[in-house]
């Protein structure tokens, strides 16, 4: 079971970027979702999660800013991130919950990407 984030960069306050979570060793269908998201010297939160049936749920802090959704002919589940100000800069990480339903607990998630590095900066 692999995940491999990616689409992380630099972007100025108001912009937008789509971060990707490609998939490989199992269905990402089959399983929740979630990104993640880890600023420096603050705890790891749950910013978005999709469940198998494509039940979607949000943080507080990114609702009507981020969208997720998920491809499954790529296995991939993408987070549309607009809006952006400087707060939301961090490491985003997606994992593989081992639920099928929404789940924003750290510890239901078994199978976590490395991580790709959003910085939102002027």
């Known amino acids: 079971v692999q995940l491999q984030a990616s689409g992380g960069g630099l972007v100025q306050p108001g912009g937008s970027l789509r971060l990707s979570c490609a998939a490989s060793g199992f269905a990402l269908d089959y399983y929740a979702i979630a990104w993640f998201r880890q600023a420096p010297g603050k705890e790891r939160e749950a910013v978005s999660c999709i469940s198998s049936s494509e039940d979607t749920s949000y943080a507080d802090f990114v609702k009507g800013r981020f969208t997720i959704s998920r491809d499954d002919a790529k296995n991939t589940v993408y987070l549309q991130m607009n809006s952006l100000n400087p707060e939301d800069t961090a490491v985003y990480y997606c994992?593989?919950?081992?639920?099928?339903?929404?789940?924003?607990?750290?510890?239901?998630?078994?199978?976590w990407g490395q991580g790709t590095l959003v910085t939102v900066s002027s």
């Open positions: 994992a593989q919950a081992s639920t099928t339903v929404v789940a924003v607990a750290r510890y239901e998630y078994a199978y």
